[in-house]
């Protein structure tokens, strides 16, 4: 069956058990779906809005060995992130992205995910290759992947235009980056089109009631306003920052929020050429990231203890932007910083009241809902593999585990700009049901194209038969912080 939501929607007419049910479509759920429907698992994955609405297309887009937990002296968490990096490569085909990282190492301005004692000039660059080689013995490196050390000069002439003054040296070092939405849509097709599960957006979960050996499930499309009541025997809640739905949700995990913010910048501006930067401190005693992201370049986040707009859409307000700036301002010889567009997400952390969140692990927690129910909070989008598995090992007696990917060549070359073809694409193998879906998930045409891509709209709305679609999709465009005020 083609990952299409009316083909999915015209099979649920006449099915209505399932041996699994995931609610919610982010990069946890959908993993779990594909792990537990190449098993043979007859699963279902619902999601209330759009696949990746939530976290997982928001994220910075790093796969990353979680070098700033090397300082929280969190050495587990680094090691399974980097062993992780080495089973990724081989299965997520080209949504992998090798990519190199500069850490510049300023005087006076020591990594602020360094201990205080390691931030003073004498040994901060000491420290930083302690970590680093540590960084590299904990994956098990090859030498073409170790980190390197790079003298003033050389770091001119990779970025001519970062900061000199001050500078000492710099080292740089390998990582890796995704394209989380479409890595969750990728993971999606699979498991509908070779596994047969089945995974449909805009059905929200409204309420679980346990009868006998099964959940029975109270659905609403929320697209046509039509009940669903299904029947489950196990369920997975990979609900993100939501609260589980209906009579369950005073057992939900307690979590706490924390927003991020991004820039998205046209083209090479900062003339990082293909590379990152680590950018080592910011005024609030954190790290940020200068990152390439298919020909444009991305800078974030922030860490916030509050967001702007709703869980289901964030936006990067005002203050978020002014403070991106001024810190790209602070390392980078440059005047004035245009952006195309921006976005805002929100984490899910352990509520730990002792604990700021930035100093949060970004460790993932079970919640034993019921009997066959567990909920999922937490985590990073490089740990998804892992989390996916060991909540399906907690429910089943069996071992699960990620399949080789397909479709990950097709998935990247959806173009960026409107396309007649691809947009019919999206409607056959990426379950679009609204125009947002194919310019803000499926492709990157909203973040690529100023005020969220608003001229291609017409072209775009002539598919859909909602007649207040063109209405629909200019207050999410503006939901998102993506239309310019004065258009
Ligand atoms: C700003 C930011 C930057 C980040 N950067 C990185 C990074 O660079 N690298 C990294 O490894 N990690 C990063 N992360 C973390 C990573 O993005 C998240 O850990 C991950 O995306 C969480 O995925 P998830 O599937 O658990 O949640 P989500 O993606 O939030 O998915 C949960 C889904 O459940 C749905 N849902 C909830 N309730 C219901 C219901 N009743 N019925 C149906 N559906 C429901 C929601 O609509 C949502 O789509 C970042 C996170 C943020 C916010």
């Known amino acids: 069956m083609n990952f299409s939501r009316p083909e999915q929607l015209q099979e ?55 070098i700033r937990y090397l300082p929280q002296l969190q050495f587990g968490l680094v090691k399974e992130s980097l062993l992780e990096q080495k089973i990724l490569v081989k299965l997520l085909g080209d949504l992998y992205k090798p990519l190199k990282l500069l850490a510049p190492i300023y005087k006076d301005d020591g990594f602020s995910d360094l201990p205080k004692i390691f931030q ?21 490196r090859d030498k073409n992947q170790k980190h390197l050390n790079i003298d003033k000069s050389e770091t001119k002439k990779l970025f001519p235009i970062l900061k000199q003054e001050k500078l000492k040296k710099s080292f740089m070092f390998q990582d890796a980056q995704t394209d989380d939405a479409k890595l969750v849509v990728t993971l ?129 307000n005002n203050q978020d932007k002014e403070y991106l700036i001024r810190h790209v301002k602070k390392y980078f010889d440059i005047e004035d910083i245009e952006y195309i567009s921006s976005w805002s997400g929100v984490r899910a ?58 479709f990950t060549e097709e998935v990247l070359e959806l173009s960026n700009q409107f396309s007649e073809t691809d947009l019919e694409i999206c409607f056959q193998h990426y379950c679009i049901a609204k125009p947002s879906d194919y310019m803000l998930r499926r492709t990157h045409l909203s973040w690529f194209n100023e005020n969220g891509g608003k001229n291609e709209i017409r072209k775009i709305i002539g598919k859909f038969e909602n007649k207040n679609i063109e209405k629909e999709t200019l207050k999410e465009l503006d939901d998102e912080g993506l239309l310019y005020k004065n258009n």
């Open 12 to 66: 649920l007419e006449s099915k209505s058990e399932f041996d699994l049910l995931i609610i919610g479509g982010g990069i946890v759920g959908s993993a779990a779906l594909q792990m537990a429907s190449s098993k043979g698992l007859d699963s279902i994955l619902l999601e209330k809005n759009d696949f990746a609405s939530g976290a997982s297309s928001r994220s910075t887009k790093l796969l990353h060995g979680g």
């Open 120 to 140: 003073f000039n004498a040994v901060s660059s000491i420290a930083f290759k302690i970590g680093l080689t540590l960084y590299d013995f904990l994956g098990s």
């Open 188 to 316: 999606l097709r699979n498991a509908v089109e070779i596994n047969n599960a089945k995974a449909i957006n805009y059905m929200e979960i409204k309420d679980i009631t346990k009868s006998s050996s099964k959940y029975k499930i109270k659905v609403l499309n929320t697209l046509n306003n039509r009940d669903h009541t299904l029947y489950a025997t196990n369920i997975i809640a990979a609900t993100g920052v939501h609260n589980l739905p209906g009579e369950y949700k005073e057992k939900s995990s307690k979590i706490k929020y924390s927003g991020g913010a991004h820039l998205v910048l046209r083209g090479d501006p900062l003339k990082i050429n293909g590379h990152g930067i680590l950018l080592p401190r910011t005024e609030d005693n954190r790290i940020m990231f200068v990152l390439p992201w298919f020909g444009n370049t991305i800078v974030g986040t922030t860490d916030t203890e509050s967001f702007s707009g709703t869980l289901d859409r964030p936006f990067a």
């Open 349 to 406: 952390l352990i509520d730990n009241k002792l604990t700021s969140t930035k100093n949060v692990s970004r460790g993932h927690f079970f919640k034993n809902i019921d009997d066959k129910f567990i909920q999922i909070s937490g985590g990073k989008l490089t740990g998804f593999r892992l989390i996916a598995k060991e909540s399906l090992e907690l429910l089943f007696d069996k071992k699960f585990d990620l399949e080789r990917l397909s």
